[in-house]
């Protein structure tokens, strides 16, 4: 039944590091669903924790919402890590400065930028404290990045649970 149902991969999906930390995979790539997400996060946050929002966009789409998705993190999150998605055949440092121009226009300093998507979950689950929430966005049930080149598998929920377990 409805009790037991278990949730959808990559949607709001709670991952347990055991280490007091609360990490979420979702899938949001818009603004609209990086807002509803990070707002829904935000209302869950025990008193004196942080909600840490790793993020990027994807290349070769709409790159309007790049400046849009960067001003609500920066609004909505308290420290945020900019960082590659899909970059397919563009830049992953030019997409990041599109973000980054959102933060910039929100006048905030709470960011850092890491091309490196692996490297930008782990910096954040590293700087995550007792009861912090970090929300790994943009990816969701997605095992994979795409590149110039080509494929790889990747996978947000493979690299929490690495952490997790070291």
């Not at 308290?78 to 030019?94: K, L």
């Not at 905030?108 to 970090?134: P, S």
């Amino acid at each position: 039944g409805i009790k037991t149902m278990a949730g959808v991969t990559g949607r709001f999906e709670k991952i347990d590091t055991a280490k007091g930390i609360y990490a979420i995979v979702d899938y949001a790539h818009t603004p609209d669903g990086l807002e509803n997400v990070l707002k829904t996060a935000k209302s869950l946050l025990l008193p004196g924790a942080r909600l840490i929002s790793v993020f990027g966009c994807g290349g070769d789409r709409d790159r309007k919402k790049r400046k849009i998705m960067g001003l609500i993190s920066a609004s909505l999150a308290d420290f945020s890590i900019i960082t590659s998605d899909n970059p397919r055949t563009e830049d992953p440092a030019s997409i990041i400065g599109m973000i980054e121009a959102g933060f910039k226009e929100h006048g905030a300093q709470n960011y850092a930028k890491e091309t490196d998507r692996r490297t930008a979950i782990l910096n954040a689950l590293n700087m995550a404290g007792k009861n912090d929430i970090i929300l790994i966005a943009g990816k969701g049930h997605e095992d994979y990045q795409e590149f110039a080149g080509g494929r790889i598998h990747f996978s947000d929920q493979e690299v929490v649970r690495e952490w997790s377990r070291a």
